[in-house]
């Protein structure tokens, strides 16, 4: 059975700083991507990042270049997401995600094939 668990999340002040960890368990994703998405209350499910577990190529939106860093460790099985400079617009459920197994870095939500159930992520201004 496949397994993604999200940890990390918290409350933090604008301008800080948080470490996401996705645990991935029940199969192997050498071929596939994984990633995040987020979704704040009201809104629709918002891509992240994703990372190409078998070269580390990797993908942002717009609004996380420069803040956020994708990254994975192979030993661990773990995907991470270091988040800095903080901001309240920031602020929703962080999802871990994996899938496609062909590894293509997409940012359509259905293309994803497994999903975690999240971790709050709320920053205060």
């Known amino acids: 059975q496949v397994q993604l668990v999200e940890s990390g999340g918290g409350l933090v002040q604008a301008g800080g700083s948080l470490r996401l960890s996705c645990a991935a368990s029940?199969?192997?994703?050498?071929?596939?991507?994984m990633g995040w998405f987020r979704q704040a209350p009201g809104k629709e499910r918002e891509f992240v990042a994703t990372?190409?577990?078998?070269?580390?190529?990797?993908y942002y939106t717009d609004s996380a270049k420069g803040r956020f860093t994708i990254s994975k460790d192979n030993t661990k099985s773990t995907v991470y997401l270091q988040m800095n400079s903080l901001k309240p617009e920031d602020t929703a459920v962080y999802l871990c995600v994996a899938g496609p197994r062909s590894g293509t870095l997409l940012t359509v939500a259905n293309r994803y094939d497994y999903w975690g159930q999240g971790t709050q992520v709320t920053v205060s201004s």
């Open positions: 029940g199969r192997t994703f050498s071929s596939y991507a």
């Open positions: 990372i190409r577990w078998s070269d580390g190529s990797t």
